[in-house]
C-alpha cells in the first residue's frame, strides 16, 4: 500500500513537473511571440502616424497651390488690400503667416511688414523648383522657429508674376501624434535631420538633441549608428534607456518618400513612437513571474493562469487593434480596418448585404469657407449618425476625406432606405445654420459574394454621384446602366474643358419686355453649346456637370465677358443700349475673386454698370444665404443690380426678401402652368404680384407661351414678362435687328402685326 502510494505520489510529482515544463517551454515561445506581435503593432503606429502627417503636408501643399491661383489676380497698386486678402487666408487656414513676394523679390506679408527675398535660398531655389515644401526650419526671418515654408510660383497667363508662401510651424501637427496606446503610456514626438526634438507631449523636452540625450544614457550607443537609424525611410525598432527608464522605439523618417524637397540634403522628419519596454511587454513579464511557480501549483491553478493570460492576449491585440485599425478622428474604422472587417462580413454571414458609400456634398468648398475645425465637426458628426443609424450589426468606415463606406445586413430594403433618410435629417438638424451640408448616398444590394470589396462600393460611389444630379432623395440605387452614364459623363467633362479652350460655346440674348405697351426693356443672356459632333447639347445637361466639376467658373467668366464685349459694339455701332442680366451659379459666387473679376471685366470695356444685372436662383439664394450674402452686396455696391431667378419655385418664398438688397423678382414658369383654369393659382400670382409691387420691386414673369397668359398678367398689373410670346433666345446679330424693329414699331406707335414684336 505504502509502495503504491509512494507511486502515486512519484506519478502526481511527475505529471506536475512534466506540465509544468512543457507549460514553461509553451509560455517562453508564446512571450517571444507577444513580443513580435507588440513591436509588429508598434510600427503599424508609427506607419499610420507617418501616413497622417503626410496628408496634413499634402494638404497644405495642395492649399498653397490654390492660394498662389487666386493670387495670380493681386492688382499690383492695391497692396493694403492685397495685405488684406493674405490675412483672411492666414486666419481662415492653419499658416501662422502667408507672404507674397513679386518677380524681383519684394514683397509683404499677411502681417503687413515688408519682405525682400533678394539673394535668399528659399526664393532661388522656388525660382527653381516650383512648388514645394521646404525642410524644418529651425529660425526663420529671426522670428519663427521650427517651421516648414509652403510655397508656389504665381503665374498668370504663362508668366511668372512671383511667389507665395506659408509658414507652417511643426506644433501644428501634433495632433497626429497624440495618440494613446498601452494604456496612455505611450507617446509620441518628431525630430529634424540632426535629432533636434519638434515636437514633444512634454515642453521642456523640446529642443533638446535626442541622440545626445541616448548617447548619455546609453553607453553602447553609436550616435551616427543611431542617426543612420533614425533617418530610414523604412520602421526602425530599438530599445533604450532614458534618464533610468528603459524604451521600446519605433521610427520612421519622413523625406523624399513623404514630399520633402530632395534637393535638400539635411531635410525631412523623424516620427518617432516609445513607449515604456515594461508596459509593451508586460503581460509576458507577468506571465513568466507566475510560471516559476507552478511547480507547488496545482492543475487547476494552472488552468486559471492559462486562462488569464489568453484574457490579457485578447485584451492587448484589441488594445493594439484599435490603433491600427480605427480612424482617430471620426472613432471608425479606418481604410484597412474596414476592408479586413467587411471581408469577414461577407464571408462568414448568409445575410444579404447593402454597401453604402456616403459623402457630404462639396466638402472642399466648405473646408475652405468655414475652415478645417468646422470640416472636423462635420466629419465627427456624420460618423456619430451614421452609428446610431445602423447599430452594431453594420461594418462602418472613414476611407478618405469625407468618404464613408457602411456594409450592413437588411431583410426589407425599406430599413436602408429609412436609416439613410434619418441620417440627412439628423445632419440637417445639426447644421440648420449651414444649408450646403448635405450628405449624397450610393446603394448597391450584394448580388454576388464572390465580388471584390472594391468592386462593390465601386457601384454604390457610382449610384452616389447621380444623388448629386438629382436630388429627390438623398440616396440612389446602383443600376447597370451607371457604367455607361458615367462613361458618357468622363466625355463630357473633356469636350467642356475642350470648349472652354476653343471658345465654341455661344451667347444667345432673350428679351424681356414692357407688358403694357410690349417693348423691349432688357435682355438676359444665355448660353448654347453647339457640339461639333453631337450637335446641339442643352445646358441642363451641361450646366450641372460644370458645377460639380468646378469648369463653371471658366464657362461663367466666359459668358460675361463675351456680354461685355457685345455691349461694347452696340456702344460702338450707336445701337440702343439695353441692359443684360447674366445668370451667375452658386459655385462662381464662392470664388474669392469673383468682385474683382466683374469690376475689371465692366472697367475694361468701360461698360455702365447700371447697365449690367446678376440673376441668382431663389434657391441659391436662400440655402447659400450665409455664404453669398457679402459677396452679393459687394457686387450691388458697384452698381449692379441684383435679382432672384425662379422665384417662389422653393419653399421660402417671399420670407427670403429682408435677407438681400434685390431689385428684382423673375416669378418661375410653373405659376403659369394651367393659369388659364387654376384659380387658386391665379390668385396667387396676383397676390406675389401686388406684394413685390408695394415693396418697390420690379416683377419679371418668365415662360409666357400664349396670348392667353399675357393678356391675365396685363389684367393683373405685372411690370414685365419674358417668353416665347414675345421672343425665342437669339443669337447676337439677330438681337440687334429685332431691337431696332421694336423700338421703332414702338416709337411710331404703330399698333398691329404681332410678327413685328414676336420672334
Known amino acids: 500500500m505504502k509502495n503504491r502510494k509512494f507511486y502515486y505520489q512519484l506519478a502526481g510529482m511527475l505529471v506536475i513537473t512534466v506540465f ?408 440637417k438638424k445639426r447644421f440648420a445654420g449651414h444649408k450646403e451640408v448635405l450628405i449624397s448616398a450610393g446603394i448597391y444590394f450584394v448580388e454576388d459574394r464572390t465580388e471584390e470589396s472594391e468592386q462593390i462600393f465601386d457601384k454604390a460611389q457610382l449610384a452616389g454621384k447621380r444623388v448629386k444630379y438629382v436630388r429627390r432623395t438623398p440616396y440612389e440605387i446602383y443600376e447597370e446602366s451607371f457604367t455607361d452614364d458615367i462613361k458618357k459623363e468622363n466625355w463630357l467633362t473633356e469636350e467642356i474643358k475642350k470648349a472652354v479652350e476653343n471658345s465654341d460655346f455661344e451667347i444667345y440674348y432673350q428679351p424681356k419686355f414692357e407688358i403694357e405697351t410690349e417693348r423691349i426693356v432688357s435682355t438676359e443672356a444665355l448660353i448654347r453649346w453647339n457640339h461639333r459632333e453631337a450637335g446641339f447639347i442643352s445646358p441642363a445637361e451641361f450646366i450641372p456637370l460644370a458645377e460639380k466639376t468646378q469648369q463653371i467658373v471658366d464657362i461663367g467668366r466666359f459668358v460675361f465677358d463675351q456680354v461685355c464685349r457685345d455691349m461694347a459694339q452696340w456702344r460702338e455701332k450707336g445701337l440702343e443700349m439695353l441692359p443684360v442680366s447674366v445668370n451667375l451659379s452658386r459655385v462662381e459666387l464662392y470664388q474669392a475673386d469673383i468682385v474683382d473679376y466683374i469690376k475689371g471685366c465692366i472697367a475694361a470695356h468701360e461698360i455702365e454698370p447700371e447697365l449690367m444685372q446678376v440673376e441668382v436662383t431663389e434657391t441659391v439664394a436662400v440655402y447659400e444665404y450665409e455664404g453669398i450674402h457679402e459677396v452679393l452686396l459687394e457686387i450691388n455696391a458697384l452698381g449692379i443690380s441684383i435679382s432672384i431667378d425662379d422665384f417662389g419655385s422653393g419653399y421660402s418664398s417671399l420670407a427670403c426678401l429682408h435677407k438681400f438688397n434685390v431689385d428684382t423678382l423673375k416669378l418661375d414658369r410653373s405659376f403659369l402652368v394651367n393659369i388659364e383654369i387654376d384659380k387658386k393659382g391665379i390668385n396667387i400670382l396676383r397676390g406675389m404680384i401686388e406684394l413685390s409691387r408695394e415693396l418697390g420691386l420690379s416683377t419679371v414673369c418668365e415662360g409666357i407661351e400664349t396670348r392667353e397668359q399675357l393678356e391675365m398678367l396685363r389684367d393683373m398689373k405685372c411690370k414685365y414678362g419674358q417668353g416665347f410670346v414675345f421672343a425665342r433666345p437669339m443669337p447676337l446679330a439677330d438681337l440687334e435687328i429685332f431691337v431696332e424693329q421694336n423700338l421703332k414699331f414702338r416709337h411710331d406707335g404703330a399698333e398691329g402685326d404681332e410678327s413685328t414684336v414676336r420672334a
Open 20 to 427: 509544468a515544463v512543457s507549460s514553461i517551454f509553451y509560455l517562453t515561445f508564446f512571450r517571444s511571440s507577444l513580443m513580435s506581435e507588440a513591436e509588429m503593432h508598434l510600427n503599424e503606429i508609427t506607419i499610420q502616424t507617418a501616413a497622417r502627417i503626410e496628408q496634413k503636408l499634402s494638404s497644405n501643399m495642395e492649399l498653397m497651390n490654390t492660394l498662389a491661383y487666386e493670387a495670380a489676380n493681386f492688382d499690383s497698386h492695391a497692396e493694403a488690400e492685397n495685405i488684406a486678402r493674405l490675412k483672411g487666408w492666414a486666419e481662415k487656414n492653419i499658416f501662422t503667416e502667408i507672404a507674397f513676394a513679386d518677380e524681383n523679390g519684394k514683397g509683404y506679408s499677411s502681417e503687413g511688414e515688408k519682405i525682400s527675398l533678394v539673394s535668399s535660398e528659399l526664393y532661388d531655389q522656388i525660382s527653381r523648383t516650383g512648388s514645394g515644401m521646404s525642410p524644418v526650419i529651425r529660425d526663420f526671418r529671426d522670428k519663427y522657429s521650427n517651421v516648414i515654408i509652403f510655397s508656389s510660383p504665381v503665374i498668370e497667363d504663362g508668366r511668372y508674376e512671383g511667389i507665395i508662401y506659408g509658414v507652417f510651424e511643426i506644433q501644428n501637427i501634433s495632433r497626429a501624434i497624440e495618440l494613446e496606446f498601452f494604456d496612455g503610456a505611450g507617446h509620441g514626438f518628431l525630430l529634424d535631420y540632426w535629432g533636434n526634438i519638434l515636437v514633444h507631449p512634454k515642453k521642456e523636452m523640446v529642443g533638446k538633441n535626442m541622440f545626445l540625450e541616448l548617447s548619455r544614457n546609453n553607453s553602447s550607443v553609436d550616435t551616427q549608428r543611431l542617426k543612420s537609424k533614425f533617418l530610414s525611410a523604412e520602421p526602425e525598432n530599438g530599445v533604450y534607456t532614458y534618464e533610468g527608464i528603459k524604451y521600446y522605439v519605433s521610427s520612421v523618417h519622413l523625406k523624399d518618400k513623404y514630399g520633402m524637397r530632395s534637393a535638400e540634403p539635411q531635410g525631412g522628419i523623424s516620427v518617432i513612437m516609445a513607449a515604456p519596454y515594461n508596459m509593451v511587454f508586460e503581460h509576458s513579464t507577468i506571465i513568466i513571474r507566475q510560471v516559476r511557480g507552478l511547480f507547488v501549483l496545482t492543475f487547476i491553478l494552472f488552468c486559471m493562469i492559462i486562462a488569464y493570460i489568453l484574457y490579457q492576449k485578447k485584451e492587448n491585440e484589441a488594445s493594439l487593434r484599435k490603433a491600427a485599425y480605427e480612424d482617430d478622428l471620426c472613432n471608425v474604422l479606418n481604410r484597412k480596418g474596414f476592408g479586413r472587417s467587411a471581408a469577414l462580413m461577407l464571408e462568414d454571414s448568409g445575410s444579404s448585404f447593402a454597401a453604402i458609400y456616403a459623402d457630404i456634398d462639396n466638402f472642399k468648398i466648405i473646408n475652405g469657407i468655414f475652415g478645417y475645425e468646422f470640416g472636423d465637426s462635420v466629419l465627427k458628426a456624420m460618423a456619430s449618425e451614421l452609428k446610431k443609424a445602423f447599430g452594431k450589426d453594420a461594418v462602418i468606415g472613414r476611407i478618405s476625406a469625407d468618404n464613408f463606406q457602411i456594409l450592413v445586413p437588411y431583410s426589407n430594403i425599406n430599413t436602408v432606405f429609412r436609416r439613410i433618410d434619418k441620417v440627412a435629417q439628423a445632419m
